[in-house]
């Protein structure tokens, strides 16, 4: 018998699979270029945090221009100064120095090793946070010590002793570590580097949600 041809049957079939086909491959395609932003993003945090480390001045235009430029797509604006800018881009970049008060640093200041003379003593405090690109998009997990204590990016030895606004937000980079141990540090400085940039959007597949990466140094 005469085999009836199926090429219309065919069509239908594949119509159908399309259905199922191309919302997975946009998903996938979603997914995937959600992960690369959260890899750039995190690369753009390491790039930064080396350099800062190295004593790069980020309120320098032209230091913002080279990490603007090692951002690549994220979007991340450069400017100058140490506040960042308002509303411009699609990253931030939030670069902070942090230090522990102890016996040495409230002696710095002149005071004495203890809460009364010195008020924050055994805490970490900000010594310095820059913000380069857009800080209406992100500030830092540690604190953001107000300007009115910030200059130039930097924080007084005497804001650092005494100013309860130079204190982190409870964070303590060596958990479990008690106050004498972390004493040994003296004199030493941690560099926290972290960024944050607006995320992928393809709804229903990739819904834009901010990526955030945070490194120590």
């Not at 270029?33 to 980020?58: E, K, P």
């Not at 970049?93 to 942090?98: D, E, G, K, N």
């Not at 040994?184 to 992928?200: I, M, Q, T």
Request: net charge neutral.
């Amino acid at each position: 018998m005469r085999q009836k041809p199926r090429r219309g049957g065919a069509y239908v079939e594949f119509a159908l699979s399309l259905l199922v086909l191309i919302p997975l491959l946009l998903g996938v395609a979603g997914l995937g270029i959600s992960m690369l932003r959260q890899m750039q993003t995190v690369q753009v945090a390491r790039d930064a945090g080396h350099m800062f480390a190295r004593n790069t001045d980020f309120t320098l235009q032209g230091n913002q221009q080279i990490l603007s430029t090692i951002a690549g797509p994220l979007g991340l604006t450069a400017g100058s100064g140490a506040l960042g800018t308002a509303g411009a881009g699609n990253a931030v970049v939030i670069l902070s120095m942090i230090q522990y008060v102890d016996a040495s640093l409230c002696a710095q200041d002149g005071l004495a090793a203890n809460t009364a003379s010195c008020p924050n003593y055994q805490q970490w405090v900000f010594t310095k946070q820059i913000v380069v690109g857009n800080r209406t998009l992100d500030v830092s997990n540690l604190g953001t010590p107000p300007s009115t204590i910030l200059v130039n990016g930097q924080i007084s030895t005497d804001n650092q002793c005494k100013n309860p606004n130079a204190l982190v937000n409870s964070t303590n980079p060596w958990p479990g570590k008690s106050s004498p141990d972390i004493a040994l540090l003296s004199g030493l400085s941690v560099y926290v580097s972290e960024a944050a940039a607006l995320g992928f959007q393809m709804p229903p597949f990739s819904s834009g949600t901010q990526t955030y990466a945070q490194l120590y140094f």
